[in-house]
C-alpha cells in the first residue's frame, strides 16, 4: 500500500561561509520532523556545491559532521523529476549566498516542487543589504545613515566617507552575507582600509552604515494562513558587536520577551509587520531593528529569511514563548509550503 506519509527534502550545507551553521540548524530541524507523517529524505550541499543524498545524524558515523559521509551525489533533476508523484516538500535550511538568496529558490521554482520561505524576489532583497535598504527607504523605513560602495570605488572611500554626513563610529559590511561575516567595527579613519578589505572577501558591494547605540531587537514573523507576529526578543551581546563567535558559542545574552512597554511592542510588531509585507516574505522571517528609545526610536537593521534554527536561535525561541514547540513550528512551516 502506498505510504500516506508526505515526501520532504531537507536542503543544507551550502557552498556559503555559514554552511556549518545550516548543517547544526539542519540536524535540528530533522530531528523535530515528526517521522511518522513525513517521509525525509536529506540532501547536504558540501562547499563545491554538489548535492549528497545523506544520513540522518544519529545513523551518522561522525555526528559533528552528520551529513557529508554517504557521499553518494544526486543531482536536483534526478530528485524532483518524479515522474506522476507528488513532489516532495523542500525546506531548504540554508543561509547566506547561494540558499538564501533567490537562487535555490530559482531552482525549486522550475523544478515547481512547493518550499518553505520566501520566494526569489524577497529573498534576493532580503540578502542584499543595500537593495533591502534602497527599498525600506523608499516606503520611508526608519534605519541608520549608510552609503555603498562597488569594489572599483574603494581608492576612493576614506575621501568620500569624510566629505559625506556619516559619523564614526561606522559599521562596515559585505552587502551580501550573514552571521556578521565579514563585519567591522571602526571607530576612525585609520581602520577604515582594513574592514574594507574584509569585506570585499565576500562581496564587491559593501555597505558603510553609521552605528546605531540602540538595544539589538527581534521580531520573528510566522505566515501560516494569516500573518502571525510573536513579541520581541532583545540580544545583549557578550562583545563589543553581536558577532560570529558570539552567535554560536552561547557568547551573548537572549531576553524573551524583550523588557518593553506595550505600546513599544505594539509599535515595532506593526513595522516587523510592514517590512515583511513590503519586501513580499512569505513563511517567515526574522525583522531585527536597533531600538533608541531616547534618540531616532525604532530602525531596521535587516530581514533574514531563513533565520537560524539552532536550539539557542532567536527565531525558534521566539515561537516557544508564544507557546508553538520548536516541534510545532517545523510543521506549521511545512504546511506553509503547500498553501
Ligand atoms: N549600524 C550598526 N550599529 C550598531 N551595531 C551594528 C550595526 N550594524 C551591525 N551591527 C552589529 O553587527 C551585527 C551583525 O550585523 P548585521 O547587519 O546584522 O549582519 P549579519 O547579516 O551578518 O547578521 C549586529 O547584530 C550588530 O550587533
Ligand atoms: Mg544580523
Not at 66 to 81: H, K, W, Y
Not at 210 to 215: K, L, Y
Request: hydrophobic share 40%; aromatic share 8%.
Amino acid at each position: 500500500m502506498a505510504s500516506s506519509k508526505s515526501d520532504v527534502v531537507l536542503l543544507f550545507g551550502g557552498q556559503s561561509p555559514e554552511h556549518s551553521v545550516s548543517c547544526t540548524s539542519a540536524s535540528h530541524v530533522y530531528s523535530a520532523i515528526p517521522h511518522d507523517r513525513y517521509n525525509v529524505t536529506l540532501i547536504g550541499i558540501d562547499q563545491s556545491g554538489n548535492w549528497h543524498k545523506c544520513l540522518p545524524p544519529d545513523e551518522s558515523i561522525a555526528p559533528k559532521e552528520p551529513f557529508l559521509v554517504s557521499g553518494a551525489t544526486i543531482s536536483a533533476d534526478e530528485l524532483f523529476t518524479t515522474s506522476g508523484n507528488t513532489k516532495p516538500i523542500v525546506f531548504p535550511v540554508l543561509h547566506g549566498p547561494n540558499g538564501e538568496d533567490g537562487t535555490i529558490q530559482g531552482l525549486l521554482e522550475t523544478f515547481e516542487v512547493p518550499y518553505v520561505g520566501s520566494g526569489v524576489l524577497s529573498s534576493a532583497l532580503c540578502m542584499d543589504k543595500i537593495k533591502s535598504k534602497e527599498v525600506l527607504s523608499a516606503h520611508g523605513i526608519p534605519q541608520v545613515s549608510w552609503m555603498s560602495f562597488h569594489a572599483d570605488q574603494l581608492a576612493s572611500v576614506s575621501e568620500t566617507i569624510e566629505s559625506s554626513s556619516l559619523e564614526f563610529p561606522l559599521f562596515v559590511k559585505p552587502a551580501n552575507m550573514g552571521s556578521s561575516i565579514g563585519v567591522s567595527k571602526v571607530l576612525s579613519t585609520a581602520d577604515l582600509d582594513d574592514a574594507i578589505e574584509k569585506a570585499k572577501n565576500y562581496d564587491p558591494w559593501i555597505i558603510v552604515e553609521e552605528f546605531s547605540p540602540g538595544r539589538e531587537i527581534e521580531v520573528a514573523i510566522l505566515e501560516t494562513n494569516s500573518i502571525a507576529i510573536s513579541k520581541p526578543g532583545e540580544i545583549v551581546p557578550g562583545a563589543d558587536f553581536y558577532s560570529f563567535d558570539d552567535k554560536y558559542e552561547d557568547g551573548a545574552t537572549l531576553h524573551i520577551p524583550a523588557e518593553l512597554s506595550g505600546s513599544e511592542i505594539s509599535t515595532v510588531q506593526s513595522l516587523a509587520e510592514d517590512v515583511f509585507t513590503l519586501m513580499r516574505c512569505k513563511s517567515l522571517a526574522r525583522v531585527d531593528f536597533f531600538y533608541e528609545p531616547e534618540g531616532a526610536g525604532w530602525l531596521v537593521n535587516e530581514i533574514n529569511t531563513m533565520p537560524g534554527f539552532t536550539p539557542i536561535s532567536m527565531y525558534p525561541k521566539l515561537w516557544q514563548e508564544a507557546g508553538i514547540s520548536y516541534e510545532d513550528l517545523i510543521v506549521k512551516l511545512l504546511e506553509s509550503a503547500t498553501r
